[in-house]
Nanobody, 125 residues
């Protein structure tokens, strides 16, 4: 079992940037396809970005494409999400997760089995 801990969230003004980190322990991240999701108050969990099964392909939600970048440092066993040009609608709790099955599309949270506790991102207007 892998344990995931997110960090890097906070309060930022619109147009600003944050970098989220997801540190893993228990297993090496290079063994997993990984993803980022977010959940705003009163809404369901939403796909943000993911690495594909190959570990090199990346996928983004249309709402963050061109603004967010997913990356990983296998030596540090850490996944990142660089978020630029932040908007108030990006406000949410952000979660990282490991992919548990490839039979369910990567955009579905049901495809992921290990989740971190989340980190709050708040973007003020």
């Amino acid at each position: 079992q892998v344990q995931l801990v997110e960090s890097g969230g906070g309060l930022v003004q619109a147009g600003g940037s944050l970098r989220l980190s997801c540190a893993a322990s228990g297993r090496t991240l290079s063994s997993y396809a990984m993803g980022w999701f977010r959940q705003a108050p009163g809404k369901g969990r939403e796909f943000v970005a993911a690495f594909g099964r190959s570990g090199t392909s990346t996928y983004y939600a249309d709402s963050v494409k061109g603004r967010f970048t997913i990356s990983r440092d296998n030596a540090k066993n850490t996944l990142y999400l660089q978020m630029n040009s932040l908007k108030p609608e990006d406000t949410a709790v952000y979660y990282c997760a490991t992919r548990g099955t490839y039979y369910i599309p990567y955009k579905s949270d049901s495809s992921y089995d290990n989740w971190g506790q989340g980190t709050q991102v708040t973007v003020s207007s």
